[in-house]
């Protein structure tokens, strides 16, 4: 499978590029930095750290597109929703990685995946996906006797709060709930707040140092807790996930995907 890697001039573009490099099953079909980027022009193997791959760094989207079966995606939201678009012309794969989705860039999402084979996730890891499953049967399990806490930490310069995976978390106990979260969710609390309202799925948000992710999600209940965590310690496994959605992603129909379908979840 021909995949390209946009963002390539980030840290995790080039994880990027080096998990693709790694991987069997695919090659590294074109790589594209934003305009202006000391990326462009380089060889997308020695921006990663690689051996030389042949693939130069371009700011040419609609070619490398064009040339490829699918594409990494962990940028921005403008920069998301325009490949998707690009995406759904090609009709190709398109992993979308990006934190920070506003309800208007899920809506562009959804209408590209009428053409494309997208794979969105707030954190592509194994091991947050199969949290965020015992997130949803433990929660559809336990009644409103049981409070909903969802503390992350990231490094300091993580630029969206709650985190995606801390939505992702977030969306699982309320569908093991069967609640929406848009009406549960409590993301701040400052002053006086009043005693907690039955029912609230609540967000805390932690930043600093150089933490690649770090979330847990506790049930407080009557005499007793149940807390489920995941550690990050390698952005490389977000990387890997994304190439591993791709490859699942090859063969299926035009849609909106999640990791969940693409671990059998």
């Known amino acids: ?8 001039g980030g840290r995790m573009g080039r994880m990027l590029i080096r998990a693709v490099a790694e991987a069997e099953g695919c090659t590294l079909s074109g790589v594209v930095a934003r305009e202006g980027s000391p990326a462009l022009g380089q060889d997308a193997g020695a921006l990663a750290g690689l ?29 998301t929703t325009f490949f998707a678009e690009l995406a759904a012309q090609a009709r190709i794969v398109h992993v979308v990685g990006t934190t920070g989705l506003a309800d208007a860039d899920i809506a562009k999402l959804i209408a590209a995946a009428h053409h494309a084979r997208i794979v969105r996730s707030g954190n592509m890891s194994l091991g947050v996906n199969l949290l965020a499953g015992l997130v949803r049967k433990v929660a559809a399990a336990l009644d409103q ?8 930490m990231h490094h300091r310069m993580k630029v969206d709060a709650p985190s995606g995976t801390a939505l992702l978390l977030g969306e699982a106990a309320a569908e093991g709930r069967g609640v929406s979260l848009a009406e549960t969710r409590v993301s701040t609390r400052d002053g006086h707040t009043g005693a907690r309202r039955p029912g609230d799925i609540g967000f805390a948000t932690l930043r600093g140092g150089t933490v ?29 996930g994304a190439v591993r959605a791709a490859l699942w992603a090859h063969d299926k129909p035009p849609g909106l995907y999640g990791m969940a379908d693409v671990l059998g979840l």
Request: net charge negative; no cysteine; proline share 7%.
């Open 1 to 8: 499978m021909r995949l390209a890697v946009v963002g390539a």
């Open 51 to 79: 051996p030389p791959l042949g693939v130069a760094v371009s700011d040419d989207p609609l070619t490398v597109f064009a040339a490829t079966d699918g594409v990494l995606d962990f940028t921005t939201p403008a920069a």
């Open 145 to 152: 006797d049981f409070d909903i806490e969802i503390v992350e």
């Open 212 to 240: 690649v992710g770090d979330h847990s999600v506790t049930f407080a209940g009557p005499g007793e807790r149940i807390t489920i965590s995941h550690h990050a310690e390698d952005r490389a496994i977000f990387a890997r």
